[in-house]
């Protein structure tokens, strides 16, 4: 069975396809941004490790919420911004 993700949850969603080893994601819920460059110390995630590498138990470190609550970060930004 597929799943139907609303519009805001399609920018991840649970997709490894969509997203670069490069992107940082951000938690929907809490605004808490994952960095793969930086890794995560909470859960012992090494740096240069991508979002997609992430282990299937990793959830936010701030607001528990799952790998697929999580957004690509756009830095492509209007000059209204």
């Known amino acids: ?8 949850e399609s920018s991840y969603g649970g997709d490894n396809s ?3 080893d490069s992107d940082k994601m951000e938690c929907k819920i809490c605004w808490r ?3 793969p460059e930086e890794g995560c110390n909470y ?3 090494p740096a240069g490790t991508p979002f997609a590498q992430l282990p ?3 959830r936010c470190p ?6 697929a609550q999580f957004m ?3 830095h492509a930004c209007p000059p209204a911004c």
């Open 1 to 8: 069975m597929s799943q139907i993700h609303s519009p805001f």
């Open 18 to 20: 969509r997203i670069k």
């Open 33 to 35: 941004v994952y960095d």
């Open 43 to 45: 859960w012992q995630i």
């Open 56 to 58: 299937d138990h990793w």
């Open 62 to 67: 701030e607001c528990d919420a799952p790998k």
């Open 72 to 74: 690509v970060v756009n």
